[in-house]
Every structure is written in structure tokens, then in C-alpha cells.
């Protein structure tokens, strides 16, 4: 399964219909009607802006949406699309502005689901690995020690807060997270113990 890193639009003209596709990254239904309500804001002089989306760790939550489009012509194609990518927690707007000529319903069909198309074709991804987030405190000495270790693994989203002790927190895949822990307990002579929590 895969997960976007970052957005991206990409436009097409067909018989003077223009077609905007842009990618976003959700995480929940929420976050997918806040983005839908901000994208007809944004473009009030379109005709349509249609959606579909995946999220959840096994793509289990879908929608989509024609907006006035004939039923079954851009919601479902665009959404077809992104089943058939593997690609989970990702919105796929589609705004449309009429250019006068009727496309039919093949070619809506064939419009909405190239634009996801190519809207995917420029959305970076990476693969959905489970993380968990861990913090934990330690003193200024333990800290290099601690730093040492860091290099072996893939942690990111690293803060720290330096006070009379250091309190470090971040994220780290839960395949690791064991093996990690361990390590700093066991280079820190069991005197720094790692909370982690599965995201």
C-alpha cells in the first residue's frame, strides 16, 4: 500500500473543457470535506468540482462525489482510478470548466478518469509502513550516546527540548521500535527507558 508525500495539480483541455486534477493528502472524512468546501471557494466561476478519495490503513474508507455531473461520469471513474493505484489517504479533486461542447457520457467517463490519471502520475508516494511514536528523557551526557544510536535507525519527526534534562520524541516504524528501545536501554546502562505508543 502506498501513501502520497506530497500534492500535486495537472490540467487538460478537451473540447474546450478545461480540466483541473489535484492530489491531497488525508488522513480522515473530515479533512475531505474541509478540502472539497475550500476547493469550491477557490474556483466559484467552475462548473463542476467532482471528487473521490481512499484513506485508512487498508483503503477501507471510499467516496466520491459527481457534483452535478451525469450520475456514474467523473465521481466513480475517478475513484476506479484510484483503487486500480494502490495508493491510500489521498483526495483527487477534478474541477471542471465548461467550454460549450457536450462531451457525452463515454467521454466524461474517459475525461475524469485520465485526469486522475495524470494527477497520479505527478503525486509522489511512498510505501504505508506502521510507526510508532516514541519520547523519552535523558541527561546532557546520555544525549551523544543517544545521538550515536539514532544513525542506525529510520526515526523522523524528531523534537527536542533541552531543559534540565533532554526530552526527545519522534517517530519510528513499530518493526524497529523493539530493537531500538533495547538499544538505548541497554547503551545507557538501563538508565533511560523508551515510552512508545503504535500510531
Given at each position: 500500500?502506498?501513501?502520497?508525500?506530497?500534492?500535486?495539480?495537472?490540467?487538460?483541455?478537451?473540447?474546450?473543457?478545461?480540466?483541473?486534477?489535484?492530489?491531497?493528502?488525508?488522513?480522515?472524512?473530515?479533512?475531505v470535506?474541509?478540502?472539497?468546501?475550500?476547493?469550491?471557494?477557490?474556483?466559484?466561476?467552475?462548473?463542476?468540482?467532482?471528487?473521490?478519495?481512499?484513506?485508512?490503513?487498508?483503503a477501507?474508507v471510499?467516496?466520491?462525489?459527481?457534483?452535478?455531473e451525469?450520475?456514474g461520469?467523473?465521481?466513480r471513474?475517478?475513484?476506479?482510478?484510484?483503487k486500480g493505484?494502490?495508493?491510500?489517504?489521498?483526495?483527487?479533486?477534478v474541477?471542471?470548466?465548461?467550454?460549450?461542447?457536450?462531451?457525452?457520457?463515454?467521454?466524461?467517463?474517459h475525461?475524469?478518469?485520465?485526469?486522475?490519471?495524470?494527477?497520479?502520475?505527478?503525486?509522489?508516494?511512498e510505501?504505508l509502513?506502521?510507526k510508532?511514536?516514541?519520547?523519552?528523557?535523558c541527561?546532557y551526557?546520555?544525549?551523544?550516546?543517544?545521538?550515536?544510536?539514532?544513525?542506525?535507525?529510520?526515526?523522523s519527526?524528531?523534537?527536542?527540548?533541552?531543559?534540565e534534562?533532554?526530552?526527545?520524541?519522534g517517530?519510528?516504524?513499530?518493526s524497529e521500535?523493539?530493537?531500538?528501545?533495547?538499544e538505548?536501554?541497554?547503551?545507557?546502562?538501563?538508565?533511560?527507558?523508551?515510552?512508545?505508543q503504535?500510531?
Amino acid at each position: 500500500m502506498l501513501i502520497p508525500t506530497n500534492g500535486a495539480t495537472t490540467e487538460t483541455i478537451i473540447k474546450g473543457s478545461r480540466f483541473k486534477a489535484e492530489s491531497f493528502i488525508v488522513q480522515s472524512q473530515q479533512e475531505v470535506r474541509d478540502l472539497i468546501k475550500s476547493q469550491k471557494k477557490r474556483y466559484p466561476d467552475a462548473t463542476h468540482v467532482c471528487h473521490a478519495f481512499i484513506s485508512g490503513k487498508n483503503a477501507e474508507v471510499m467516496g466520491m462525489s459527481d457534483d452535478g455531473e451525469p450520475g456514474g461520469t467523473a465521481g466513480r471513474p475517478m475513484l476506479d482510478v484510484l483503487k486500480g493505484s494502490g495508493i491510500t489517504n489521498i483526495l483527487v479533486t477534478v474541477t471542471r470548466w465548461f467550454g460549450g461542447t457536450l462531451l457525452g457520457t463515454g467521454g466524461l467517463v474517459h475525461a475524469y478518469g485520465d485526469a486522475v490519471k495524470s494527477v497520479l502520475a505527478e503525486t509522489p508516494t511512498e510505501e504505508l509502513v506502521q510507526k510508532s511514536s516514541f519520547s523519552l528523557k535523558c541527561d546532557y551526557q546520555q544525549y551523544q550516546v543517544i545521538k550515536k544510536i539514532f544513525e542506525n535507525f529510520t526515526v523522523s519527526c524528531i523534537a527536542e527540548d533541552f531543559a534540565e534534562e533532554i526530552t526527545i520524541s519522534g517517530q519510528i516504524p513499530t518493526s524497529e521500535s523493539d530493537k531500538f528501545s533495547a538499544e538505548i536501554f541497554e547503551k545507557t546502562n538501563g538508565k533511560v527507558t523508551v515510552s512508545l505508543q503504535n500510531l
